[in-house]
């Protein structure tokens, strides 16, 4: 009875909502007829100014890198939190790994698809690099490369034990690659303060358009997004899987 | 079709908006509001689009192509970055809630209320 | 000097980003309190002197050295304007009084709360500095973000989690048609910094497109602002983050979000005749919030959540005043956001010490139990009469510019919204102060059934002491007296005033980020405030908190009906505010709806 | 021919988003959200967006789809024990 009431009252003022906006919308411009400026100034200028023919990586790390700055922090902040949210409890205690809870999609001592994920890992992380360190000349970039160079290590995981994937997920060692990231991006921006330029000035010398080494900082970049992105997401994922895997509730354990 | 684009957009925001309106699992939840944001990416990437338009990657076009608009992707790419982050906090209180109070059902929870 | 502009924002997010390695080391609560309080004392200095300096002339930073090309910004700009500047400046100071409270105070599980503090403030810092739209929803986000996992912070109890998620998925929401509302207005102008976009909406005129996306941004921002009908998500978030958190949620970030509002309202569309709708739209909205907040705020018994439904009422009042379009309005609106926030935080601290000498903040538990407390009970009592805006503190300046502008401008309804809706908060946090410190009178029926009691609420510190430790009395003596201060100085309310002028001022202020020319403004002069207006607000707030500890004078057969009408209010009140974040979206939709049917019908026109 | 593809990769990502909010049960919600965020970067090529379709790949289809199944796994392990 509720149910269907509410899903009236919101249709109908969802129909109330939709009907201005959509003609508002309507008066736009029609889909496919984007008329500039913007767009067409940075792509003007973009490989004469930046040696780069990656417009969108252009856009991101230099035109608008304080925009990506604040991108970074906020996934960094996503992160303190979630592990601010699932630090250790009084009434908690970890018992050593147990791979029942999950819904485990590999049954145990599957050789093939245990050997199956362990030739993907090499194969993910090849490529994840490939797409960071690229992210300046093809799609892709540090964000993507990090996001795949975090789901690789997954795959440790869906390909063995929770402990295989341990060595891997020191926290410390994560938080340290994540400040690294973080810090070291923030720090690079603001270098040319030290010699009187705007913060987020493209200081390296451009290169040779198309070259691994080129664009100036953005290569660089890349780079530490990347691996902000990468730890954080290792980090993110390993908080999950620690909850599902390591953590108990002490009433539990004792029952 | 030059309107369907923003037809899928408003749709998409308020079938998620209803998603998050019935719910009665905050998992579930999660993920509906995960398919109102993508509305945002919708539309953002249908004003830069330009017909016929090539990715605006200017070493491998075709000479004579018009590529589309990259700042438009640019800000998509941080509304993706903001929106994954968003829902993994959400995601996280929605667990430890679940572990407090043995629900996922945010109407079976007591709630603050008055 | 220009080179100083980045600083607020980066130094914050840069020290957040060490303080993580500074958790590894041994003795790190030492530690990260004096780099937490090193890194606020530097941005603090640091936006004085950018206060200082806009005062000459709006400073604008071109990141990444992307000047204008052709008149056109490829880059992300800061325009620092002396609001701008100051409103930064306000958001440092009250975080610094909120890390000194919590010196010693998250010693248990203090992981990762200095780092969301510090990109907390940078956020805000963000916030108030940018030129650019997009860049204006990056730091929006972020503070969302630090600001839903601080909420989160104590996770050991149910009501922070759904506080959080609340507060989460409607800001969230908000957000999506913040960025719908840029899409728009990008397909429209082809840019994204706010100068750029007002210089071409000028020349496009303001038709329906422009005016709906504009209102798309209005509601995104008004979500944080608490505006009814989408301020649901605020008493619940509220009233369940740590005590510094609080400080900041309601001093400085709901206030933001209508700093948003008039910030893109002043460089957009205010130089346009076709916009003038809008005003009445937000001062209805703004004086029905005012009330609203109060009357919620009156019938609470759990101290944070009274706080939280006055902030409510507060920032309603804001909007109204935003909503008069006058640059002397606006002027009254700085000043009032700076008095409530100082006196709001100071409240929330005087809440924090009564949690942490107590153990509760339930007012009726609490009655007659805090007499001991001879600095923080004399204080809170004055936060309420404060709150009410009595002379001559922060409040009472702000609001009799308000008031004085409303009647000069026409809106005779202003006056006496803003002096119920200030003496019913006023009231109730005198009712809570005088029962608590001083045991008078009994519970009343009003907050008698409230359902959120709390004397459950987990206390924050590790452990009891029997006196308040001086890192928490001294923000409390601090804020009170920069409550009292803001009012006090002449001097500093004509500074304001020049810097609501010039924010006024679209034509100078576009000029000044696209041709970095500076345009000269002439403020209005500081007028003759009354003070009468004050006591009387002072008075009625006295006069209800009495009436609501003793009773009224009236004989039982007079008492019933009148009671049962209250309850029955109430009922429904309570019912509306249910807790539950599907009937948030409900409301949030219906708001929406209403808005952008009113954008529809008044363009038409 | 460019046209009609982006009309039907439109409808497919509006009935994929529907068909996500639909699936009650977040076990094979998270399954279906993989899917829109499969189609969702199907739609950003056919826009020209290599970029964003990577990203949508990565994000919507891989990484949020696992952390919802591990949040699943997490409530449905306790509400067995």
Known sequence: ?255 | MSELPFLVTIWLFLIGLYGIATSRNTIHLVSCLFVAQSSTYLLLLSVGYRAHGSAPILSGIPPGAQPVDPVVQSLALTDIVVGATVSALILIFALQSHKRSGTQDPRRTPPMRG | MEQLAPLPVVIPLIMAALSVLVEKLPGKHRLLDLLGLGTVGTVLAIDLKLVGLSFEKTLVYWFGGWLPRNGFPLGIAFAIDPAAAGLAGFAALLTLLGLIFSWHYFRSIGSHYHCLMLLFLGSMQGFCLTGDLFNLFVFFELMGVAAYALTGYKIEDTGPLEGALNFAVLNSIGAFLVLLGLGMIYSRTGGLNLAWIGTQCASQGADLTLQAAFMLLCIGFLVKAAVIPFHFWLPDAHAVAPTPASLLFSGIMVELGIYAVARCYWTLLADQEAVSWMGTLFLSLGLATALLGAGMAFVQRHLKRLLAYSTVSHSGMMLAAFALADPGALGGFFLYLFGHGFVKGGLFIATGIVLHRLKSVDEDQLRGRGRELWLTGPLFCLGGLVLAGVPPFGTWVGKALIEQRAEALGYPLVTPVLLISSALTGAAVLRAGLGIFYGAGSPNFLSACAPATGDQELPETAKALDRTPFVMALPLCLLFAAALGTGAFEELSRRVLLASARFCHSEGYRLAVLAGRAGAVTPLPLPQLEWQKGLLSGAAALAAALLALFGLPLPAWLQRPYKQFFQGVLRVLRTLHSGYVGDYVIWFLLGSAALLLATWVNSGL | MNEILQAIVFVMVAIAGTGVVTTRDPLHQSLVAGLFGLLLSVLFMVLQAPDVALSELVVGAVAFPLMVLLTVAKTRAKECE
């Open chain 1, 1 to 255: 009875m509720r149910q269907s009431a509410t899903r009236i009252i919101f249709w109908s003022i969802a129909g109330l909502f939709a009907f201005p906006l959509f003609l508002a919308l309507r008066d736009l411009p029609d889909f496919g007829a984007y008329a500039g400026p913007y767009g067409d100034l940075v792509l003007a200028t973009c490989t004469g100014e930046r040696h780069t023919p990656q417009g969108v990586a252009a856009v991101t790390f230099d035109y608008r890198g304080f925009d990506t700055l604040g991108e970074e922090f906020i996934l960094f902040a996503a992160l303190a939190g979630a592990l601010l949210l699932t630090r250790p409890q009084e009434d908690e205690r970890q018992h050593p790994p147990r791979d029942h809870a999950l819904d485990r999609p590999v049954p145990q001592g599957n050789e093939p698809i245990v050997a199956a994920g362990r030739l993907m890992f090499p194969f993910s992380l090849m490529l994840s690099i490939y797409i960071i360190v690229h992210g300046h000349l093809t799609p892709g970039g540090g964000f993507q490369g990090g996001v795949l160079l975090a789901t690789a290590f997954y795959y440790v995981y869906l390909s063995g034990e929770y402990q295989d994937l341990h060595p891997f997920t020191s926290v410390p060692l994560l938080e340290s690659l994540k400040v690294l990231g973080a810090a070291g991006f923030a720090l690079l921006a603001a270098s040319p303060l030290a010699v009187g330029l705007p913060f987020m000035t493209n200081l390296l010398p451009l290169g040779r358009e198309g070259g691994l080494l080129s664009a100036g900082t953005l290569p660089l970049c890349n780079l530490l997004v990347g691996c902000e992105v990468g730890a954080a997401f290792l980090l993110l994922i390993d908080a999950f899987l620690r909850q599902v895997v390591v953590i108990g509730k002490k009433k539990e354990e004792d029952s």
